[in-house]
């Protein structure tokens, strides 16, 4: 738990969202922002502020991370039709929340090259 990191907030039930789905490991709720018919951010309950700052030992929990995803884009009825999972890292990629997370993107055409 990071002091005034929002999603470290959200994880512990500070600030509410919209929780769609959780566990010991992560957390998974609406984005506030949607940029998609499904919009799903996935957090891990630990905080590590971005993808540069993932190591070893976090292994199994991207990976559990990663299946979630998979899994919910099933639940969500958008597996068939395709789907994105986004990771921006750091603000030239317009990482904004410093606290890694997984966009769940779904319900519309996404377009190649991402902008
Ligand atoms: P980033 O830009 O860091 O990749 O993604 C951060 C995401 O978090 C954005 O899509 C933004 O809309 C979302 N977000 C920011 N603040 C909140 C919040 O307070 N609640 C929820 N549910 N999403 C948020
Ligand atoms: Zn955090």
Same mark, same amino acid.
């Given at each position: 738990m ?8 959200i994880?512990k039930g500070d ?6 789905h ?30 540069n700052?993932? @190591?070893?030992?976090?292994? %199994? /929990?991207? !990976? ?27 603000a030239?990629?317009?990482q904004?929340?410093? @606290?890694?997370?997984?966009? %769940? /993107?779904? !319900? ?8």
């Open positions: 990071m002091k005034d990191c929002l999603f470290c907030k994880a600030i509410p969202a919209n929780i769609i959780e566990d010991e490991q992560i957390v998974v709720f609406d984005d506030i922002n949607p940029q998609a018919q499904h919009h799903k951010i996935i957090i891990p309950r630990k905080h590590i502020s971005t993808l700052d993932l @190591h070893e030992e976090d292994k %199994l /929990l991207a !990976g559990h991370m990663m299946l979630t995803a998979s899994q919910l884009a099933k639940k969500l009825g958008i597996a068939e039709e395709g789907y994105r999972l986004v990771v921006n890292c750091n030239g990629a317009g904004t929340v410093f @606290h890694i997370h997984f966009h %769940l /993107l779904g !319900g519309r055409h996404f377009s190649w090259p991402p902008g």
